[in-house]
């Protein structure tokens, strides 16, 4: 039951954040979506054992935690979700590629490098996406989605199911209530129920569906989901998109850490 509640206040928790009045929210979603999209496709873009190329892209999301005032730690408990997935895909590279390669002065196995690259690459695109949601909120990202013609039946099906995670929750909430009633010494649903307690949550999730769309149709729904006002876009925004690109780009073509290294040690 704590990790419904958990997962439950997970999800306002980003909604909450995504009301705060700084300078970041108050950006033009459309420019904040495009600037996270141009950021995730040039993280992505260097090579599978790149690393020092990485950590110049450490100074977006690290600016934006400054800057849009968000805690952190629940955004870093977002990431490690991911992580055993990556480490699942990545695991493996140390042990079928033997090649070794020198990394800050140290000699390693290439597998190791390119498995810390996939880490590394991780973090900062999960990162900065939560961001993004953190900082706009599903309903503006939604009207962003819109202006660039994404097509009405996606950015609807969208929206529906990031609201309907928190309505399955509670469904699935008060059905575990009702099973420990029925089973008070017992810890967790039992193996042999799990079918019965699936099945009576699809069918329960069918019934709660229907009654949120006549809920909806009721209102005044008729296909269109209607995201709220969507303001101009604005010379700070347009300044905040161009320096962002312009910092993206030079830091994917030149290697920035290698560049202060020689700098301060007077190499060439």
């Not at 020198?102 to 990162?127: A, E, M, N, Q």
């Not at 399955?168 to 059905?175: D, N, P, Q």
């Not at 209102?219 to 969507?230: D, L, M, N, V």
């Amino acid at each position: 039951m704590t990790s419904l509640k958990t997962s439950m206040h997970d999800i306002q928790f980003l909604d909450e954040l995504a009301q705060q009045k700084t300078s970041i929210h108050h950006l033009h979603p459309l420019v904040k979506l495009i600037t996270t999209v141009v950021y995730l496709t040039v993280v992505v873009s260097f090579s599978k054992d790149e690393i020092s190329g990485l950590f110049p892209f450490l100074f977006y999301p690290v600016l934006l935690f400054s800057l849009a005032e968000i805690p952190p730690a629940p955004i870093f408990k977002r990431v490690l979700w991911v992580m055993p997935f990556v480490i699942g895909i990545g695991i493996f590279n140390p042990i079928f590629d033997q090649q070794t390669v020198d990394l800050f002065g140290l000699t390693i196995s290439r597998g190791w490098l390119t498995f810390l690259s996939i880490i590394v690459k991780t973090v900062l695109t999960v990162t900065a996406s939560i961001l993004l949601i953190a900082t706009t909120g599903i309903n503006q990202l939604a009207a962003a989605l819109r202006i660039l013609k994404l097509p009405k039946i996606f950015v609807l099906q969208l929206l529906l199911t990031y609201r309907y995670i928190s309505v399955l929750i509670e469904e699935l909430a008060r059905m575990n209530i009702a099973y420990s009633l029925r089973a008070p010494k017992q810890q967790g649903i039992h193996f042999s129920a799990w079918g019965s307690f699936a099945g009576q949550l699809l069918l329960r999730t069918f019934d709660r569906a229907q009654r949120v769309y006549q809920s909806m149709s009721l209102r005044g729904f008729s296909g269109e989901y209607h995201t709220g006002k969507i303001t101009k876009l604005c010379m700070s925004d347009v300044i905040y998109f161009i320096c962002w690109c312009l910092f993206f780009l030079l830091a994917r073509i030149y290697d920035i850490p290698s560049l202060m290294g020689s700098f301060f040690t007077g190499g060439d």
